[in-house]
């Protein structure tokens, strides 16, 4: 039996011990710090209860049912681990205030919208300036090896080795890094970038970072989201009451290319997808098989080749 003088003591005493396992817990350390003080105020210093866990999960008047769920997600780590050495302590289950997580079907962009994507990305402003260029060779690059956009954006100069057309993505969401191969077309198009980089950087860059701005530092991702939205409406997508594509569709669009390629093929599509797994960065290979069933056309070819296979006697009572 272990005993915590407060809420917040076991939120320590739980992150150190996940921490030092490798976890970085940044976003879930500081939702377990919020719990704390809510606790605090309640003036509760006991074991966790159901009470106390919805009663902070709802706190938030801005919050939706689907944050209020994911609250209750994230206390579920901790309560686990208090439980270890307070049986007393109350663990709220998964769903007890609905799904933490939603999917929304992705936009799959047509080979010829990336072409307009990439084509209107040249018109942002400063005409004639570095960040119309970083812009449409950013989303060649997503667009190419599926990237998430935040590897492709930490990506120092270091990271892209054109003479052996591979990336090395360091650090990734999982806390792992590994190797992207190029296609010898986007190896072409990233030595473009390179030398459009440094004739138009009239100054030696502040940053490494592989893309840069017109000031030297990194292109950062609410720089890149403002550049996307307004290439957006300058090719005037998304009606109302329909969501619009976004820039991350672009790995949606790449891993769905990829499937449905090896379907046409004939490849062994479950042999397969474990490669698109390690090469997309997955933590579990559930994450690429999503694709299957979240996309209409791929889940209609998956269906067509689970029927054929039992047409061919290949199902078992």
Not at 9 to 17: G, K
Not at 70 to 76: D, H, K, Q, S, Y
Not at 81 to 96: G, W
Request: net charge positive; proline share 4%.
């Amino acid at each position: 039996m272990r005993h915590w003088e407060s809420m917040k003591a076991r939120v320590e005493e739980y992150l150190r011990v996940r921490r030092s396992l490798g976890y970085k817990l940044k976003v879930e350390g500081e939702e377990l710090y919020r719990f704390a003080q809510f606790a605090e105020k309640q003036k509760h210093n006991g074991p966790i209860t159901m009470e106390l866990a919805v009663a902070w999960a709802k706190s938030s008047k801005k919050g939706s049912q689907l944050f209020h769920a994911r609250r209750i997600e994230t206390l579920r780590g901790l309560a686990k681990f208090c439980a270890l050495f307070e049986p007393e302590t109350e663990i709220p289950s998964r769903t007890l205030l609905g799904p933490a997580h939603r999917r929304n079907s992705p936009y799959i962009y047509t080979s010829q919208e990336i072409v307009e994507l990439m084509d209107a990305a040249r018109q942002i402003e400063p005409q004639g300036g570095l960040r119309p260029e970083t812009m449409r060779y950013l989303i060649g690059l997503l667009s190419a090896t599926g990237l998430r956009i935040s590897e492709a954006l930490h990506l120092n100069r270091r990271d892209v080795d054109l003479d052996h057309g591979c990336l090395v993505i360091r650090d990734t969401k999982f806390d792992k890094s590994r190797y992207v191969p190029l296609h010898p077309t986007a190896v072409h198009a990233l030595d473009e970038y390179t030398h459009i980089r440094e004739r138009k950087m009239q100054f030696t860059p502040i940053s490494t970072a592989f893309f840069l701005n017109d000031k030297g530092t990194s292109f950062h991702y609410r720089q890149a989201l403002y550049a996307f939205q307004s290439i957006r409406r300058r090719l005037g997508w998304g009606k109302k009451g329909i969501r619009p594509p976004r820039l991350y569709d672009l790995r949606h669009t790449f891993a769905c290319q990829r499937l449905l390629a090896w379907y046409e093929q004939g490849v062994d599509v479950n042999t397969a997808i474990l490669h698109l797994s390690v090469y997309l960065g997955h933590g579990k290979v559930t994450d690429t098989y999503w694709y299957l069933t979240g996309i209409p056309s791929l889940m209609a070819i998956a269906a067509e080749h689970f029927e054929h296979h039992f047409a061919k006697g290949g199902g078992h009572d």
